[in-house]
């Protein structure tokens, strides 16, 4: 079969591996119809390489068709239509049970200290090959498939992997109060999507980035929005816009590959209570870019506020200003999203077909396997319109833009 792998930094490249087959009883196979691309992929093309092997098998929002069954896969039928989560989880464990699948405690990579694996996510979740193919072994298939009717378009039902509960999760652990402000920072997949959210929910929502097309799309949606590029300081800028306070809870969807240098406004305020010495060796050891946007979040939120973090951070020890998120009497929630229990509360907004979430039309880019180099250049770069990729694998067209 066809599938995206990773060859390097900045390397992807479609190759000719061999089928997935049945490896374990609870296992199954499907034909993948659609798949996303992520922003937590582009971690791996640029950031993550020392826990990447050559050959690797990226992606993990994938979509399709069952194909084959193991003996214990049950509930599942070959020809069954299915979204499978991001992460692999056993449904049955103490953590599965708690609705915190991304701890599971059957498939956590104990030898690496993680949590549940993730389909192609690195040594670090697994190593376990991903759904940028044209064929995928689905591990725990008695309990991950997403069963999904047939009818509508793949896109209706395809974020259910990843981009819907994961910003349904954010939105929640962000607990903005009645009448209350959102902030989200970041405006790709994950910082859209929850700006939907919270807005279906009755939530003001002000977003941040830096991408024109971007601040456009969320605008065009009905978010306040600040250019990243035009404003020197993103907390005064948003204290401006709530009363002097600040927003009620911050989303950090932007994550560890931020643009940005927190030694600006934000980063002089948090480090300003530290002793010049100290605050220069956490900004030599942490980087000054990586932290960018948590640095802002911190920042902008209001004293007492949430903070809700989509966006990965990764790597050694990163440091926090721990003084001031004391200080601020801040609340800080994160992880990665547990995906099957948001599914409950996604499924009816994805079956009416008022699509309230817009997932028909999310989606800015179709294109085939064979054009997945080109496709993660153009989303890396934030290029050509570029905010959500889906890989149709089996179909041939060059890379368009579908809006
Ligand atoms: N928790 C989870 O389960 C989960 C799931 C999916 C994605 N993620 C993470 O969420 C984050 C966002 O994912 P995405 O697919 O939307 O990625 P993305 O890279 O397309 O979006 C990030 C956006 O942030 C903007 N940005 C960069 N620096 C900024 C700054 N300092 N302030 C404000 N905006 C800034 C970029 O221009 C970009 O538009 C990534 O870190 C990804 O790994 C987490
Ligand atoms: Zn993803
Ligand atoms: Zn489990």
Redesign the pocket.
Known sequence: MKAVTWQGQEDVRVEEVPDPRIEQPNDAIVRVTSSGL???D??LYQTLKPFMGKGDILGHEPMGVVEEVGPEATGLSVGDRVVLP?QISCGSCWMCTQGLQ?QCETTQVREHGTGAALFGYSKLYGQVPGGQAELLRVPQAQYMPIKVPDGPPDERFLYLS??LP?SW??VAYADVPPGGTLLV????????MSSRIAQHLGHRVIG????PD?LARAQANGVETID?SQVDD?GEEVRSLTEGRGADAVID????????SPTAAAGQRLFGVLPKRFSAAIMERAGTDRM??IY?AIDAVRRGGTISL???YGGQSDPMPMLTLFDKQIQLRM???NVKRWVDDLMPLVLDDADPLGTESFATHHVSLDDAPTAYET?AK?QDGA?KVVFKPGQRAPLTAVS
């Open positions: 992520c922003g937590s582009l971690h991001f991304t990843d981009v994961t999760q954010a920072l970041g405006l790709g997949p994950i910082g859209d941040v980035d830096l991408v971007r990243l993103v969807a932007v994550g560890m590959d931020a643009h940005g960018a946007a802002t989509s966006g990965v992880g990665q999203a989303f934030k905010v």
